[in-house]
């Protein structure tokens, strides 16, 4: 920006003030100095759809709450709203309105990515805007952009990873403890890490959908949630744990990819016996790790904190530095 010139400024709309909501705000506003810095433009974010306005939260001073979506959808000074209500309706049918109406949309919604995204990358085209959704993979960690850009002139020929971190958190529990899977669950849940009904993430369902994302983006084709195996971690005794650890093996849920040439495509999620050398064995706790492997770039692998790590995300950010 030349001296003298105004900072542009990229007025947000968010749908969803839960958990991730929360961190977002707080993000934007003790990072704004370098959001604004690096973004080249000043984020204020106008509006933020809730089911109860006059709930008490934390972050909510100087917000404008409303419980009308259509007040973010028509404004016409947004730029840009982010998705984080969860579950597929009406999440979908708010970002196709908001791209029909020239907004870039940015979510954290892996259900409609994995089912839909499909309709979103043609409304995207359709309409001229940014569909972005790193922060629906990974928890943490900054995946998508690196696959779809960086590593472009790879052949991908596997990606796997572990992209469930209460899962992670289960197992590693089980492991250092020699706790059962009920005792490593309820005190998961009492942690927060793990929901009240926890069969998303315990029974592979949460990774199965990561997964369908990250095989589409690496091997540029359409991965549905329904080509993935599944199985979860339901029935993974202490036993297993350290049968594996006396033949030099840890126990992680992996969601892998491969390419298999002419055969396809080879998407699932299932408990593995890792080897303690493999790069994945040391990733514990709530921690995420994907590791990929392309014919240029040899092995890579991406590491950061998984269960409950989105709210230190900032859905935003990168669309506003590739649209301005």
């Known amino acids: 920006m030349m001296k003298g010139e ?6 947000i709309g968010m749908l969803g003030f839960g958990t991730v909501g929360t961190g977002v705000v707080r993000v934007l506003r003790e990072n704004e100095r370098e959001i604004t810095a690096k973004a080249g433009v000043k984020l204020t974010l106008k509006s933020v759809l809730v089911r109860d306005a006059k709930k008490e939260r934390p972050y909510m001073e100087g917000l404008h709450l409303t419980e009308n979506v259509d007040e973010i959808l028509n404004d016409e000074e947004i730029d840009i709203v982010i998705e984080l209500l969860g579950g597929i309706h009406p999440a979908r049918e708010y970002m196709l309105v908001a791209m029909e109406k020239g907004k870039n949309v940015v979510t954290a ?10 309709d979103m990358f043609e409304a995207m085209e359709k309409y001229g805007v940014d569909f972005h959704f790193e922060a629906s993979v990974g928890g943490g960690i900054p995946i998508v952009m690196p696959l779809k850009q ?13 992209i469930n971190g209460t899962t992670n958190y289960m197992l590693s529990q089980m492991s250092e403890n020699g706790s059962d899977y009920d005792s490593v669950l309820k005190e998961a849940q009492a942690k927060g890490y793990a929901e009240a009904n926890p069969a998303a993430d315990v029974e592979g369902l949460d990774a199965a959908r990561k997964i369908a994302i990250l095989a589409s983006i690496a091997f540029n084709t359409r991965i549905r949630f329904e080509d993935v195996s599944v199985e979860g971690i339901t029935k993974v005794t202490p036993e297993d744990i350290e049968y594996a650890k006396a033949l030099g093996y840890v126990v992680k849920l992996l969601a892998i990819g491969r390419d298999c040439g002419e055969a396809g495509v080879d998407v699932r999620v299932h408990p593995v016996f890792l080897p303690k050398a493999h790069p994945l064995a040391s990733v514990n706790d709530v921690y995420n790790a994907i590791f990929v492997r392309g014919n240029a770039i040899g092995e890579a692998m991406f590491y950061g904190r998984g269960a409950v790590a ?3 995300r900032t859905p935003g950010s990168s669309s506003t530095r590739r649209r301005t």
């Open 6 to 11: 105004e900072m542009k400024e990229i007025k």
């Open 310 to 312: 989105m709210a230190a």
């Open 109 to 118: 919604n892996k259900d409609v990515v994995a089912q839909f995204g499909k």
């Open 150 to 162: 960086c590593l472009t002139a790879n052949r991908v020929t596997e990606i796997m990873g572990i």
